[in-house]
């Protein structure tokens, strides 16, 4: 095992009725005025909002908005939401929402106590040593921004979707995860969550270092319990305890603690970041056609670890060869990701005829030469990868 640091200040509230605390928490931690960031609606037409404004009125804070935040969020809401932290003296940021709300709330807590340009943050040149507070109201779980130091933001201007990591300083100050919250979510944005807070444990799990039992076994029970809830929540979207365990399996996926101790390796993320970058499709499906396709391309270049997945958290029998073993894991990720409605190819993914020649120049763009950990790719080998989501 790695030496390894771990910080994660966010404080939970998690249950029925839990944003009803949301006053309180951003009195707790500092507020007096609120930027309110939300997304296209769907907090809007389930009341939340207003419960949340009525709330902080109740409590004396004064707030203003930043409403209509896409999925795949971009720059140009940054810059928004910074102008009005500047002008309207805003002391603490509230995002209500999914991680493109949460992810754009980041953006603009790092911006506008910055004096240069927030993309610097994003393109590398600076590293954000201080943010405005955020307190989180989720309703989607997923993006694991609830309790993660991350944001991801595209800039429109070449479309660069870009994902930062901070120890600290962007984690969130409160998170408030209400299950209920989630019951009105489509079929559809549900799976891909699913497949998305797969992606985080699994890009931690696959993994060379040695010694890690503790962080093995954390990954596969949560990814065991995903893969059984998910089976819950995708026939009875209103079963509370299947929702509370997806949405608390989000978070564990994501603040870090599945990765402790060792080396981690985020290449099927970069891989996909660029496929929604450039064809805007939701962050999780394509994720459920990338992983499963750099699994493949690892079972017959590295497949001790695929061989551990595919024996302890599906079950699988060990075969002739352990790249038949990996092999068959994948069959049975595949399998489960296609039974909650997910694509597993890029013309399931509404890809029908994928740019491959630009992904890959982008990714070097965005990534330089090589990627990843467990195997390093180079850019022919991310090439491969790409070919395989073809199916
Ligand atoms: O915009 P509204 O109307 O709110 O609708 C949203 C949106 O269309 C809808 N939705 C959310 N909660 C709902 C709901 N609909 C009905 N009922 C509810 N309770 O769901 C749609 C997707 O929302 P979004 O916030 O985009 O989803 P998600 O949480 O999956 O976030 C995706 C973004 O997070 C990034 C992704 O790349 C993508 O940009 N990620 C952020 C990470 C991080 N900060 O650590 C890590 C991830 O790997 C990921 O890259
Ligand atoms: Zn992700």
């Not at 030496?3 to 507020?31: D, H, I, M, Q, W």
């Not at 009125?57 to 004064?62: I, S, Y």
């Not at 600290?168 to 699913?194: D, H, K």
């Not at 699994?295 to 061989?307: D, E, G, I, Q």
């Amino acid at each position: 095992m790695n030496n390894f640091n771990f910080c994660s200040p966010t404080y939970f509230a998690f249950g029925r009725g839990a944003e009803a605390r949301v006053g309180e928490l951003c009195v707790k931690y500092g507020a007096h005025r609120v930027l309110v960031v939300y997304g296209g609606g769907s907090v809007v037409r389930s009341g939340l909002l207003a419960r949340v404004l009525a709330d902080m009125e109740a409590k004396g804070l004064a707030h203003v908005e930043l409403a209509g935040i896409r999925p795949n969020p971009t720059d140009d809401r940054v810059y928004e939401g910074i102008d009005i932290c500047r002008s309207q003296g805003v002391d603490f940021i509230l995002a209500v929402g999914g991680g493109s709300v949460i992810d754009t709330a980041k953006g603009i807590a790092a911006g506008a106590v910055y004096d240069g340009d927030f993309w610097d943050f994003y393109s590398g040149k600076a590293v954000p040593a201080a943010a405005l507070p955020v307190g989180v109201v989720l309703t989607i779980p997923a993006s694991g921004s609830e309790g993660s130091g991350n944001t991801v933001i595209t800039k429109r201007d070449g479309l660069h979707k870009i994902s930062i990591r901070t120890e600290e300083v962007l984690r969130p100050r409160f998170s408030i995860m209400n299950p209920e919250l989630t019951f009105t979510l489509p079929p559809f944005q549900t799976a891909c969550g699913i497949a998305d807070m797969m992606a985080h444990i699994m890009e931690r799990y696959f993994s060379n270092t040695e010694g890690v039992e503790v962080t093995d076994r954390l990954c596969e029970a949560t990814l065991q319990t995903i893969i059984h809830q998910a089976g819950v929540v995708m026939t009875s979207p209103t079963d509370y305890d299947a929702r509370a365990n997806i949405m608390w399996c989000g978070m564990i996926a994501h603040n870090g603690t599945c990765g402790v101790g060792r080396e981690e390796d985020w290449a099927s993320h970069a891989i996909e970041h660029e496929v929604s970058a450039v064809y805007d499709v939701t962050h999780g499906a394509g994720l459920a056609v990338i992983f499963p396709a750099w699994l493949t391309w690892m079972s017959s270049h590295n497949p001790h670890k695929v061989v551990q997945f595919a024996e302890r958290v599906f079950g699988v029998s060990p075969m002739e060869t352990p790249e038949a073993t990996a092999l068959a894991g994948v069959a049975r990720l595949k399998a489960f990701l296609k039974s909650i409605g997910l694509p597993v190819t890029f013309g399931e993914l509404g890809v029908d005829d994928p740019d491959i020649d630009l992904l890959v120049s982008k990714l070097v763009e965005n990534k330089g030469e090589s990627l990843g950990n467990y195997v390093r790719l180079t850019p022919q080998d991310c090439r491969e990868i790409y070919e395989l989501c073809r199916g």
